[in-house]
């Protein structure tokens, strides 16, 4: 399984077969059964997790005490909490398998060692922070911008993998829908 992390570096930095072996002794494999998390609210953020096999969901629990949740990844997609990872303090989500989930997970100081003996992962790192953040800001435009039937169709026309995935109460709270909202719409897209 390790090669799609090898894969996926080298759309971005060229790693050779001699120097993959170096890097993933970096990383430790996670095995996640469903509903299992991963890192809970409260708990300093001390990993960041490359997904090799389904799906992890983050979330917070509202002042209403119901789970929003705010992103998910899926193979080949890395996850964190990066403001409490970057700072080594207590996150404000959980991390939550939605389905039986393989990652890969990086510790804190394990990841500034391995940049520092291979500082090429410094362009890697540095592309999918930038490209977390631009979704992140397009994320935050569409839920401005759409009303939530434009949200669900947009996304389930560009996501279509996490619609057929990601059970419909998961994808209505990330879209900020309730449950019911969102059967309504994806029942008024089919007719």
């Known amino acids: 399984m390790s090669e799609q992390l090898k894969h996926h570096l080298n759309k971005v930095v060229e790693i050779t077969d001699e120097e993959f072996p170096s890097i993933l ?21 001390h990993s960041n997790y490359f997904v090799e096999i389904g799906c992890i969901r983050m979330f917070f629990v509202n002042e209403k005490g119901i789970e929003q949740t705010t992103q998910f990844a899926i193979e080949n997609w890395w996850i964190t909490d990066y403001l ?47 490209r977390a953040y631009a979704a992140s800001q397009m994320r935050m435009k569409f839920m401005y911008d759409f009303s ?17 995935r990601v059970p419909q109460y998961l994808l209505a709270s990330f879209l900020g829908l309730t449950p019911e909202y969102l059967s309504e719409i994806r029942k008024k897209s089919i007719s």
Not at 152 to 162: A, Q, W
């Open 84 to 130: 409490a990872y970057t700072f080594q303090k207590e996150s404000e989500f959980t991390l939550q398998a939605v389905e039986r989930t393989t990652v890969l997970s990086i510790h804190f100081q394990a990841q500034e060692k391995l940049l520092k003996e291979f500082p090429k992962l410094e362009k890697y790192f540095r592309h999918i922070y930038q």
């Open 148 to 164: 939530k039937e434009e949200l669900y169709l947009h996304f389930n026309k560009h996501f279509p993998e996490f619609v057929q």
């Open 25 to 45: 002794e970096y990383f430790e494999t996670v095995k996640l059964k469903k509903k299992q998390n991963l890192q809970q609210i409260g708990q300093v953020c």
